[in-house]
């Protein structure tokens, strides 16, 4: 890969990213707190869970690709409760952090080995393509998750 393949790349890759923050946008769209705040099932995640976890490991994954530290709780994820308009707030900072950190990855951060958290060091590019499959993931149970409230009533 050369310089241009990596701008392609990261280019790419965070163009998928936006596509996932879109969908967490469409099935957050006109959903209540209660809603937004229910879990399925008490080991379950609730849709605002889903989102504000997904986007704080995105954050620091998209810093670590960057060789930048990070300051995650990612435990505090995992107990949030928000309403639609804070979890659009959210991902609009999540669009902000893709312009910034996709607009300045350069080869180098694609292709050298970075640690993130208590991980072992994998290549920049390897830490995009799993995150954003994490991401999709993430996505497909918020989706269900609205589907199963929506069936509840």
């Known amino acids: 890969m050369d310089a241009t393949g ?3 790349t990261a280019d790419r890759i965070g163009e998928e990213f936006r596509v996932v923050h879109q969908g967490f946008r469409d099935e957050v769209a006109g959903l209540d707190a209660d809603a937004l ?9 609730s849709i605002a869970i889903l989102v504000t976890h997904t986007l704080g490991s995105e954050k620091e994954m998209l810093r670590a690709v960057r060789g930048m530290g990070s300051d995650r709780v990612r435990s505090a994820e995992f107990e949030v409760s928000a309403d639609a308009a804070a979890l659009t707030a959210l991902l609009d900072l999540a669009d902000q952090d893709l312009d910034e950190h996709i607009g300045k990855m350069t080869l180098e951060d694609l292709t050298r080995p970075r640690p993130r958290g208590d991980r ?9 393509v799993t995150n954003y499959g994490h991401a999709r993931e993430h996505l497909a149970q918020a989706q269900l998750t609205k589907q199963l409230y929506a069936a509840k009533k």
């Not at 705040?37 to 995640?45: C, F």
């Not at 072992?120 to 995009?128: A, D, K, M």
């Open 120 to 128: 072992p060091p994998r290549p920049g590019f390897e830490w995009l």
């Open 37 to 45: 705040n229910w879990r399925p099932h008490p080991e379950a995640n």
């Open 6 to 8: 990596a701008r392609f």
